[in-house]
């Protein structure tokens, strides 16, 4: 039986103090019973130390007097019941069935916090994963097991893109392969796009969604994605299945990190986000991976906007050094009309060469004939701009007019277009049409005789 507490002794925001506790641990679940309420309101102890427990609650506590409120310690950390019939639901970021589907019997409870991949349980991640974006498949090619970022700003239409990812994602072995969807802090018409986008395109029968809306408390912001990855891990570990996580948007979870941080009068640090933001990123971007003797594999895609489209911010710049790279999206093109708005040049996936050769023989060279055009092209266009096109030589026209057209035919793409990868590189060898041969110098010889066509 455990023991209700009759001692809160101050309310402030999420937070709870209570004194006098005993045998309290860390990340404990706690009931609160507000005087003249029948509901339980949950939250988990945050500190515990002298006797005193700081608890954080899951819901808004305004208006809330301390005279009469009590606390029950529940003695367990905040778990989840998972199971093989979670595919094709939706949920709230916390894990409730909002779809008015039947009731899940799970097969086990699991702490959503996890457990670190032990390093030397670590398999390397070296097979492909199509997403059907040329930009990502050609040049920037995802990996199982990787964590791969995408750094968008306010207003870019990155909720289409990881709309079409996850649509797309499949494996070319013919593994099973599921999607896991966690937004955090998004609208409901975000929310009603999310779910509508997977239930017209059938993808949701082999995808989980849990969506935590703005209007939801910021607290469950913070399980949302540990929930996503432990349902991910039950699903690739347990289940052998191949699982793409795609969380959106973790400037919200970081937002949400800073209010319960000043909530706490913590010393902030960079603009005003807890010193421990690297830390707590990381404890959620090193749960991708595969492990040594387990078919599945966990893949994440985290989306993050960038404040004030500044790739120095703290959240974007701390990702970087965690995750394996990163897809940049581009204003710029946007304003082109051009969808998705990738920017090419600063985009990198530290693990895709070891991808692209299990793709095709000339993936490498045509990834790399078509990055060193481009930015030759667009070198050149900013020359054209300063000097004139009429001081441009025969050549750099080549590259400039190559450098347009590798925007509006091979960046661009429909929203429900899905390029497989030999459709990717084939239309990479379709652009090098519109340069001299004796510039093609990344590409093999016997690969332009073979896949040049005339």
């Known amino acids: 039986m455990q023991k209700e507490y009759k001692t809160v002794t101050s309310i402030a925001g999420p937070l709870v103090i209570v004194e006098g506790v005993e045998n309290v641990k860390y990340e404990e679940l706690v009931e609160v019973r507000m005087p003249g309420e029948s509901k339980v ?25 301390t005279e009469g409120t009590k606390a029950k310690f529940l003695g367990d950390t905040m778990k989840i019941g998972v199971s093989k019939d979670m595919l094709g639901r939706v949920f709230n970021g916390a894990g409730l069935p909002l779809d008015n589907g039947a009731e899940i019997i799970p097969e086990e409870r699991v702490d959503i916090m996890g457990a670190p991949i032990n390093p030397y349980s670590r398999d390397f991640p070296n097979d492909f994963i199509q997403t059907g974006v040329s930009t990502i498949d050609c040049l920037n090619t995802l990996v199982r097991g990787q964590k791969l970022p995408i750094f968008s700003g306010a207003g870019l239409p990155h909720n289409k893109l990881a709309a079409m990812i996850a649509r797309n994602a499949k494996v070319s072995d013919g593994s099973q392969f599921a999607v896991v969807f966690g937004a955090m802090g998004v609208t409901f018409e975000e929310a009603a796009y999310f779910q509508s986008e997977f239930e017209k395109t059938g993808a949701l029968e082999n995808a989980v969604l ?5 209007a939801d408390p910021v607290i469950e912001r913070i399980s949302t994605p540990r929930i996503a990855l432990t ?10 299945l191949h699982v793409l996580v795609v ?20 010393v902030p640090g960079r603009r005003g986000y807890p010193g ?14 595969r492990v040594k003797g387990k078919q599945g594999s966990v893949t994440q895609i985290p989306i993050l906007t960038m404040p004030e489209d500044d790739i120095t911010h703290p959240i974007p710049d701390l990702t970087g050094y965690i995750t394996e790279g990163q897809i940049v999206m581009s204003r710029e093109n946007h304003r082109k009309g051009i969808f ?15 991808a692209r050769k299990a793709t095709r023989e000339d993936h490498e060279g045509v990834f790399a004939q078509l990055y060193a055009a481009y930015a030759r092209g ?3 266009r900013e020359l054209a701009v300063i000097l004139g096109e009429a001081a441009l030589s025969d050549d750099d026209r080549a590259f400039m007019t190559f450098a347009n057209e590798f925007e509006d035919k091979y960046i661009r793409q429909a929203e429900d277009e899905d390029r497989s990868i030999e459709d990717s590189l084939d ?9 001299p041969k004796a510039e093609l110098k990344r590409v093999k010889e016997d690969h332009i005789e073979k896949y040049m066509k005339d």
């Open 427 to 435: 239309l990479g060898w379709e652009l090098f049409k519109i340069l």
């Open 210 to 214: 849990f969506l935590n809306t703005a």
């Open 276 to 289: 421990y933001l690297y830390t707590d990123l990381a404890t959620l971007y090193e749960r991708a991976g």
């Open 378 to 380: 667009m070198e050149i």
């Open 41 to 65: 309101r949950l939250g988990k102890v945050l500190e515990a130390a002298e006797g005193r427990a700081l608890v954080q609650m899951f819901e808004n506590t305004q208006g809330v007097s």
């Open 340 to 354: 998705p708005p990738t920017d090419v040049l600063p985009s990198l996936s530290r693990l895709a060469p070891t």
């Open 231 to 240: 349902v991910a891990e039950y699903l690739a570990y347990e289940k052998g």
């Open 247 to 266: 969380l959106t948007d973790l400037t919200n979870y970081a937002e949400a990190l800073r209010e319960v941080s000043a909530a706490r009068k913590e």
